[in-house]
């Protein structure tokens, strides 16, 4: 190889011949190798997928004292997987809340708070479901990082579609807003990350709660009179809202994942069969109620629409939780397509952020990030759901 000749050419050089002679061999060298990167990349770009722009305007700037170098970041799907390869999500670890009156110490306040999300993660989804149903686009702004999650962590970029730099903190990565709400944070740095312009720190990180807070401590500042009364989680429901979550969240929020990241045949075999078990309990619920809880739509299901429309586009293939598709059920499929179909939830879903982040991100899944071209689904579609009884 080109490359090989240099070094030995390197190596054999007489060291009278002058320093110069050595630097300018090591240059050629360099070269050889960018030019073979550079050809690499363009062979692999996928349309509407292609890799980051290269970031020479951008200088790294992790806070002192943080406690995230990129030695040290912490991805959860490699982190938190057990020694008999089971992945087990670690909990979120900023639980402060925003209240109404302010008594929890942060006040909802117009233009006070800024999201930090990934139109990938299911998790995110929820949170921007519920400020969209809510009317708080103008009330709590938002960033959208890019789709590619790398070792170093969620980036900002102006390079793909509705990604964008960080103008709140001025930071290139996630991990630098969470240091400078805590040098010492170790933990792993997730979306949606819920951050408060005035004290400068971030609020929580745990959806669960975020979308709470949205439903009911906002109420002053929602757009319409409609919006304001919408209440996803009624004091009527919320027994049952609970249960519902209690077993959705394990077996088919968490069950997806717990498929995909396992690293064993026993651990993939047990969470796999557990999720389409409780797809099944779903289908039937669905099969006599237009909602989970009934004539309702409730946070409960907020919280499994962003796991099922993102089901067919990379969970069956990706996670290889390919016993069913969701198109294959007759009621969790209409289902999903009502909900698509509510004013402003479409907008919250981007399939080429799903399919390119899973696709490109988890390189232990999909080595070469390589993104595939389907399926087709049309989320359009009458959903015929309005004739469903209570």
Known sequence: MQINKVYVQIMSTPIRSGISNFKGLVTSCIGLRQRKSADWVRARAHEGCRPTPSRKAFKMSTPQNSATSDAD????????????????????????????????????????YHLYVSLACPWAHRVLIVRRLKGLQDVISHTVVDWLLTEKGWNFTDQKPKCSLDTVNNCQYLREIYALANPAYGGNITVPCLWDKQKRTI?????SEIIRMFNTEFNEFCKTPEQRALNLYPEDLRGEIDQLNAWIYPEINNGVYKSGFAQSQEAYDAAVRVLFSALDKVESVLSKKRYLTGSRFTEADVRLFTTLVRFDMVYVGHFKCNKKRIIDYPNIWPYVREIYQMPGVADTVDPQHIMCHYQQSHKTINPFGIVAIGPDLDFTQPHGREKMAA
């Open 73 to 112: 970041i912490k991805q959860s799907w490699k982190t938190s997987v057990t020694n008999k390869g089971e992945f087990v999500r670690k909990p979120s670890a900023f639980r402060d809340s925003i209240t109404a009156d302010g008594s929890s110490g942060f006040k909802a306040e117009a233009g006070r």
């Open 203 to 207: 609020v929580n990180n745990e959806s």
